[in-house]
């Protein structure tokens, strides 16, 4: 199925550190959604955009939705140990309830 | 709990078996999503249910594959004369509405599949 390209693949950090990973795609969305999945779980939702351009923020988390409609970055800022998992960023075209998954970026934090 | 319930939540089964996947919602959310999750992968939208609409079925991979929600809660995904590639967690999802009305999907933890 269609996936979004999502990187970096994987990011190994040390802790206190700042994380940045985006999403790309050659279609236009009306959402972008970023989701983190621990081990054995089903994925959270972190952040949602809904307005291109839009930069919103959760706590040490912000992400903003491109003003093309085809890309969406997540910034975590001051990591820390518990950030430990994989980041998925979806989106959703007009007219659908689908969501498209990117590849995900996993996160490790070392102390 | 207050969230989306799947079980069983590990199957494994022999190539060739039919599987039963079953999706309890969170109550009042009337869209439904069934998704797989490959080893290391994102997630692949398989088909989605919206109120008593005919529900989008343009995921599934293969004829092997079905699903149903009786009564707008309860879903269950069959998998028909299992195939190794079948095994993947698979996802549910629900949100309160459908057709774009901005209502993010809260996932269950998913059935972890196995076939031998």
């Known amino acids: 199925g269609q996936q979004l390209n999502q990187s970096p693949q994987s990011m190994f950090i040390q802790e206190g550190e700042d994380v940045s990973m985006n999403c790309t795609s050659s279609s236009i969305f009306n959402t972008w959604l ?4 621990d081990p054995g779980e089903g994925p959270v939702l972190l952040i949602a955009l809904y307005k291109a351009g839009e ?3 959760n706590g040490r988390l912000t992400a903003q939705f491109g003003i093309t409609r085809k890309d969406s970055f997540l910034n975590i800022s001051a990591s820390i140990p518990s950030d430990v998992g994989i980041y998925f960023c979806a989106g959703q075209g007009r007219g659908t309830d ?3 998954f990117g590849t995900g970026t996993r996160l490790q934090v070392f102390p | 709990g207050a969230g989306v319930s799947q079980s ?3 199957k494994v089964t022999e190539k060739g078996k039919d599987v ?3 999706c309890d919602p969170i109550s009042g959310h009337t869209a439904l999503y069934w998704y797989r999750q490959s080893l290391g992968q994102g997630l692949e939208f398989l088909i989605y249910f919206q109120g008593n609409s005919a529900p989008d079925k343009s995921g599934l991979p293969s004829d092997r594959f079905s699903a149903e ?3 707008g809660s309860v879903s269950t995904l069959t998998i028909q004369r299992t195939q ?3 095994s993947a967690v698979y996802l549910c999802a629900s949100s309160p509405f459908g057709g774009s009305s ?3 999907q809260h996932f269950g933890d998913g059935t972890r599949l196995s076939i031998l």
């Open chain 1, 34 to 37: 970023w989701y983190k999945q």
């Open chain 2, 69 to 71: 929600r009786t009564g």
């Open chain 2, 8 to 10: 069983p939540s590990n």
């Open chain 2, 84 to 86: 190794q590639e079948d």
């Open chain 2, 102 to 104: 901005n209502q993010p």
């Open chain 1, 55 to 57: 930069l919103t923020s």
């Open chain 2, 20 to 22: 039963e996947l079953r």
């Open chain 1, 98 to 100: 689908k969501l498209i």
